[in-house]
Each structure stands twice: as C-alpha cells, then as structure tokens.
C-alpha cells in the first residue's frame, strides 16, 4: 500500500497491517517456531532447518526484523535472531482487540 494510502487509516490499523503482513508466509511462521522453541537463533542455523537458500531465510528475517517481532543482535561474524517479547504483547494484543471486534457484535449480518 502507498505511502498516502496508509496514512489515512489509523495507527493502529496501519500496525495490525504490518503485522499480518510479516506473518502471511508460512517460512516466516516457521522461522518464528523455531525462535520461539530455542529461545535464540543465529541465521546459519535457520538455514539447517528449513528448506531454504540463506538469500531466502535473510529476506523472511528482513521483514520479520522491519515489522519488530524479530530482533537481531551482532555477534562477531553472524547476526542473533530472537523473538522482541514487547512487540509480541502488542502483536497479540492487537490481534485479540482486533478479533474480539466479533464477539461485540449482535446479530447477523445477513
């Protein structure tokens, strides 16, 4: 979405969009499995898990990195990949709010 389009929606609306967006591949929900089961992970070892190039799994981490679920950490010659537990919260509390919108509501639609 252009630049001008996204700022007529709200922040927040604009957050769950960045969101959803860094979760809608399926490499990049396993490479968040994979975090999240060990906790931390160096890029090379990500790379052994999954069936892909490291040009791949460096450009699902790009985007996982940009919209903050991912932070990455320097070390020597490689990069130190961990789930940023604060934007997690506000992920799924997003998601919640966002999805508890259907709960509110009364009636059908149809």
């Given at each position: 979405m252009g630049q001008a389009k996204s700022e007529e929606f709200?922040?927040?609306?604009n957050r769950i969009a960045e969101f959803?967006?860094?979760l809608a591949h399926p490499a990049r929900i396993a490479i968040l499995r994979i975090l999240i089961q060990r906790n931390a992970c160096i890029c090379?070892?990500?790379?052994?898990?999954?069936p892909l190039s490291q040009?791949?799994?460096s450009q699902h981490l790009k985007t996982l990195k940009e919209a903050g679920l991912i932070i990455g950490e320097i070390?020597?010659?490689?990069?130190?990949y961990c789930i940023d537990e604060k934007a997690w919260?506000?992920?799924?509390?997003?998601?919640?709010?966002?999805?508890?919108?259907i709960l509110q509501k009364t009636g059908g639609c149809c």
């Open positions: 709200s922040v927040r609306d959803a967006k860094a090379g070892d990500l790379v052994e898990d999954l040009s791949t799994v070390e020597g010659t490689k990069v130190c919260k506000e992920a799924t509390q997003h998601f919640a709010d966002f999805t508890g919108l």
